[in-house]
């Protein structure tokens, strides 16, 4: 059986993979620098996204 990745994380998810406090995370929400949605009560942030952010800061930084 073909395990498939997660297409959104959650947001403790988040916190693990970019090392940062909850509250670092929904300012980079709040901030629109992190893409995400809400689905019911909970905030989801597409894998995508998170790349995206990533790729920004790492051009940001070769600057």
Same mark, same amino acid.
């Given at each position: 059986?073909?395990?498939?990745?997660?297409?959104? &994380? %959650?947001?403790?998810?988040?916190?693990?993979?970019? @090392?940062?406090?909850?509250?670092?995370?929904? *300012?980079?929400? +709040? !901030? /629109?620098? &992190? %893409?995400?949605?809400?689905?019911?009560?909970?905030? @989801?942030?597409?894998?995508?996204?998170?790349? *995206?952010?990533? +790729? !920004? /800061?790492?051009? %940001?930084?070769?600057?």
């Amino acid at each position: 059986m073909t395990t498939i990745p997660p297409l959104v &994380l %959650e947001v403790p998810e988040v916190m693990t993979a970019l @090392r940062m406090s909850r509250s670092k995370v929904y *300012d980079l929400i +709040r !901030t /629109k620098k &992190l %893409e995400s949605f809400t689905e019911g009560r909970l905030r @989801r942030i597409p894998v995508t996204a998170l790349h *995206d952010y990533l +790729r !920004t /800061k790492k051009e %940001e930084n070769a600057q």
